[in-house]
C-alpha cells in the first residue's frame, strides 16, 4: 500500500506544472484540506483554500466535497465527464484577475451547489471591496449533452470544452440559491464570457435563484439545450439579461433584468436578445424557449437626466477600462435570426424600443404572424418608441427585410404588439405603479402596489395558451416576476445583494 501511495504522489508531481490529476489524499497539497472525499483525490492547493493552479487546463477528477468557507479560484477549472464537485452551502468562491479564473462544467460532468436562502453560494471577484469590476474573472460555465442547432458546439470566450448531443434530459447537476458578480472577462476582442453560460444543457438539471451582477457581457445566455430555470436575476449587466441562441428549448418563470443607465455595450444592450442562429436559418430544433412573468427595468427614468449616447454611457467607477466597448441601450425584446421565442405575462419598462422583430436574418415576423412566436399578456410602459423593426435604427417605422425603411407607417413590431391578446403600453412608467422602479437605490423592491394593473388578473386568461401547460409553469395571478410589493412577495429577500461592490467577502 505505501508502495502504491509513493507512485501516485509521483505522478501527481510530475503533471502538475501541466493540469491537474487525481492524487491521493496522503500527499502533499501544502496541510491544507484537500477538497476531496474518500478517492483521495485533492482539488486544493497552497493553504487549502486556493482551486486550481492558475493554468487554463486544471481537470477536476472524480467526487469532491468544497466544505463551507472562503476559497480563491485560480485559471480555468474544468469538472470533467463523470466528475462531480459537491459546493457547500455559505461558500464564496473569488475569481482570481490575473488568471481569468472560471469554472467550467463539461458535458457528463457535474457540480452541486446547492445554496439556501439564508446561505448562497457566491462566486465573486477576488479583487478588494472598492476596486471590483464587470469581467474581473471569466464566469460560471455549464455544458451538457442536450441537442442543439449546430451538432457538437465550442464553448464561446476560448474555453476547450465542446457541448452538445442527443440527451434533452442530460443532468449537469444543481445551481440552485448562487450569486455570480462581476464575471465576464475578455480573453480576446469582443470574446467575453458571460455570467452563466448554459451550453446544450439537459432539463434535467436544476436551475433556480440565482443572482447575476456586473457581467462584462450577457447576464445569462442559452446555447441549445432544454434546461428549465425559475428565480432568475440579471442586475447590472453590461450586454443583453437573457441571451437565447442555437435551438433552446426550455421554459423559464420568474426572472428580473434591471439595467444601470450608464453600462451598455457596443453591439446594444437588450433584455432580450434571441437568434435561431447566428446566420438566421431554420436549422432545427429552432429556438421556441417559453418565458413567463418577467420584469425588465429598463434605463429610462432611472437618472432625471438619462441620454442614450456613448457622452452618458460611460460606465462610471465600474468601467473595468479592459478593452471591453461601451455603447448604448435599444429594446427591451429583441427577437431576430429566425427565433420562435415565447414570452408572456411579463412587464418591461423605461428602453429606448419596446419590441424589435428584426427580419434582416431570417423570417421572424413570418413566425410572429403564423404564431409559432407568441407574445401574450405583456405590459410595456415608458418606452422611447414601442416598436422597431430595424435594428439600430432607433425609429418606429414598417420594415420586411430589416434595412429598408417606410417612415409613413408604424412598426410591424408596434401593431404585432398591440394586435395580440392581453397586451398592453401605458405611456408613463408610473403608471404601472411599480414600488421601486429604480435600481440606483438601495434594497430595491420592483413588485407592484396596491391599484397596480399588474395584480389580481385571471389565472385561466393568464395561462390558456398551449406553450404554458407543461407542469413547470405556476399558474399565477399576476403579470411579471411578483405578486405584490409586500414583503411575503419579494423572493428576492436573503439570497441576493445589489451591492456587491462594497461587500466584505
Known amino acids: 500500500m505505501k508502495k502504491v501511495k509513493f507512485l501516485s504522489w509521483l505522478l501527481c508531481m510530475s503533471f502538475m506544472s501541466v493540469s491537474f490529476i487525481a492524487c491521493d489524499k496522503d500527499s502533499d497539497n501544502g496541510g491544507g484540506d484537500d477538497g476531496g472525499d474518500d478517492s483521495g483525490n485533492a482539488i486544493l492547493f497552497a493553504d487549502g483554500t486556493q482551486i486550481g493552479n492558475g493554468d487554463k487546463e486544471f481537470d477536476i477528477i472524480g467526487k469532491h466535497t468544497l466544505k463551507k468557507g472562503t476559497y480563491v479560484m485560480k485559471g480555468w477549472c474544468y469538472v470533467t465527464e463523470g466528475s462531480e464537485l459537491t459546493i457547500e452551502p455559505g461558500t464564496v468562491i473569488k475569481g482570481d484577475k490575473g488568471t481569468k479564473a472560471a469554472l467550467i462544467v463539461e458535458p457528463g460532468g457535474k457540480v452541486i451547489a446547492k445554496g439556501t436562502e439564508t446561505a448562497p453560494i457566491v462566486f465573486t471577484s477576488n479583487q478588494p471591496v472598492g476596486s471590483r469590476k464587470p469581467g474581473d474573472w471569466g464566469g460560471l460555465i455549464i455544458c451538457g449533452k442536450a441537442p442543439n442547432n449546430n451538432t457538437k458546439m465550442t464553448i464561446e470566450g476560448g474555453p476547450r470544452t465542446e457541448h452538445g448531443g442527443n440527451d434533452a434530459n442530460d443532468n449537469s447537476g444543481i445551481y440552485s440559491y448562487i450569486r455570480v458578480e462581476f464575471a465576464g472577462f475578455p480573453f480576446e476582442t469582443d470574446q467575453e464570457i458571460n455570467g452563466v453560460t448554459f451550453a446544450s444543457v439537459g432539463k434535467s438539471t436544476q436551475v433556480d435563484h440565482i443572482q447575476v451582477s456586473y457581467s462584462n457581457d450577457d447576464?445569462?445566455?442559452?446555447?441549445?439545450?432544454?434546461?428549465?430555470?425559475?428565480?432568475?436575476?440579471?442586475?447590472?449587466?453590461?450586454?443583453?439579461?437573457?441571451?437565447?441562441?442555437?435551438?433552446?428549448?426550455?421554459?423559464?418563470?420568474?426572472?428580473?433584468?434591471?439595467?444601470?443607465?450608464?453600462?451598455?455595450?457596443?453591439?446594444?444592450?437588450?433584455?432580450?436578445?434571441?437568434?435561431?442562429?447566428?446566420?438566421?436559418?431554420?436549422?432545427?430544433?429552432?429556438?421556441?424557449?417559453?418565458?413567463?412573468?418577467?420584469?425588465?427595468?429598463?434605463?429610462v427614468g432611472q437618472a432625471?437626466?438619462?441620454?442614450?449616447?456613448?457622452?452618458?454611457?460611460?460606465?462610471?467607477?465600474?468601467?473595468?477600462?479592459?478593452?471591453?466597448?461601451?455603447?448604448?441601450?435599444?429594446?427591451?425584446?429583441?427577437?431576430?435570426?429566425?427565433?420562435?421565442?415565447?414570452?408572456?405575462?411579463?412587464?418591461?419598462?423605461?428602453?429606448?424600443?419596446?419590441?424589435?422583430?428584426?427580419?434582416?436574418?431570417?423570417?421572424?415576423?413570418?413566425?410572429?404572424?403564423?404564431?409559432?412566436l407568441k407574445?401574450?399578456?405583456?405590459?410595456?410602459?415608458?418606452?422611447?418608441?414601442?416598436?422597431?423593426?430595424?435594428?439600430?435604427?432607433?425609429?418606429?417605422?414598417?420594415?420586411?427585410?430589416?434595412?429598408?425603411?417606410?417612415?409613413?407607417?408604424?412598426?410591424?413590431s408596434h401593431t404585432f404588439f398591440l394586435a395580440q391578446p392581453g397586451n398592453k403600453y401605458y405611456e408613463n412608467i408610473s403608471d404601472l405603479m411599480l414600488n421601486q422602479p429604480n435600481s440606483l437605490k438601495a434594497t430595491p423592491n420592483y413588485g407592484p402596489k396596491v391599484g397596480s394593473p399588474l395584480r389580481d388578473k385571471s389565472t385561466q386568461t393568464l395561462f390558456s395558451d398551449a406553450k404554458l401547460q407543461d407542469a413547470f409553469f405556476q399558474k399565477v395571478d399576476y403579470i411579471g416576476a411578483f405578486k405584490s410589493d409586500a414583503e411575503q412577495d419579494n423572493w428576492l429577500k436573503n439570497w441576493t445583494n445589489f451591492d456587491p461592490q462594497n461587500t466584505a467577502y
Request: proline share 3%; hydrophobic share 35%; glycine share 12%.
Open 375 to 412: 407574445l401574450n399578456n405583456l405590459y410595456f410602459a415608458g418606452m422611447t418608441i414601442l416598436g422597431s423593426d430595424v435594428n439600430k435604427a432607433w425609429k418606429d417605422a414598417y420594415s420586411t427585410d430589416g434595412v429598408t425603411m417606410d417612415e409613413t407607417k408604424k412598426s410591424f
Open 304 to 372: 432625471d437626466d438619462f441620454s442614450n449616447t456613448t457622452d452618458y454611457i460611460t460606465a462610471g467607477e465600474m468601467n473595468p477600462k479592459n478593452g471591453s466597448k461601451l455603447g448604448t441601450f435599444q429594446a427591451a425584446m429583441h427577437i431576430r435570426r429566425n427565433s420562435r421565442l415565447n414570452c408572456f405575462n411579463s412587464v418591461a419598462v423605461g428602453y429606448p424600443v419596446g419590441l424589435l422583430l428584426d427580419n434582416q436574418k431570417g423570417t421572424t415576423q413570418t413566425a410572429a404572424e403564423n404564431g409559432d
Open 219 to 299: 447576464s445569462f445566455e442559452w446555447f441549445g439545450g432544454a434546461v428549465n430555470g425559475k428565480y432568475l436575476v440579471a442586475y447590472h449587466g453590461w450586454d443583453d439579461e437573457f441571451d437565447t441562441d442555437n435551438g433552446f428549448s426550455g421554459n423559464l418563470q420568474f426572472l428580473l433584468g434591471v439595467r444601470h443607465p450608464k453600462i451598455a455595450d457596443t453591439s446594444l444592450s437588450n433584455g432580450f436578445e434571441s437568434d435561431n442562429n447566428k446566420d438566421g436559418t431554420a436549422a432545427i430544433p429552432m429556438t421556441g424557449c417559453v418565458f413567463s412573468n418577467v420584469t425588465f427595468v429598463g434605463p
